[in-house]
């Protein structure tokens, strides 16, 4: 498991530069390395499949549960937010890939990308929100 980490200035490596002060988030030392048991906890904790209410949403694997220093110190109060732009993204994809399919042929090694030719194909027929 390869995983980037950030450093304090005493040396505790952290989950991110926004969380080297959390000893919550503390993933190792400099001088001792990373704590592979410490990180593949955090990540297990969080993974949006056990996380609520990632568990239940429909954006869980194109999120991914949002910004760990954001969640600890706010909560999840953008995740609204996010379903709305990623479902305005999709949806631009649909359009795009419907008026100009060229343009995914142009913009996929060997044109491999797999044409979406109907809006269900990315939603299964469910609705966007």
Not at 27 to 34: D, F, I, N, T
Not at 76 to 98: H, I, T
Not at 108 to 121: F, I, L, Y
Request: proline share 5%; with cysteine.
């Amino acid at each position: 498991m390869q995983a980037s980490s950030s450093s304090s200035a005493e040396g505790s490596l952290n989950a991110c530069h926004r969380l080297v002060d959390d000893p919550a988030f503390q993933m190792g030392s400099v001088a001792g390395g990373s704590d592979r048991a410490a990180l593949a906890e955090h990540l297990a904790a969080r993974h949006v499949d056990r996380a609520e209410p990632c568990r239940s949403c429909w954006s869980r694997y194109l999120c991914g549960g949002g910004c760990y220093h954001e969640v600890a110190r706010r909560g999840r109060p953008g995740c609204d937010y996010m379903r709305g732009w990623l479902a305005f993204c999709l949806r631009a994809c649909v359009e795009l890939a419907e008026s100009a399919p060229e343009f995914f042929r142009r913009t996929t090694p060997n044109g491999a990308g797999r044409h979406v030719s109907q809006s269900s194909d990315l939603h299964n027929g469910r609705p966007w929100g």
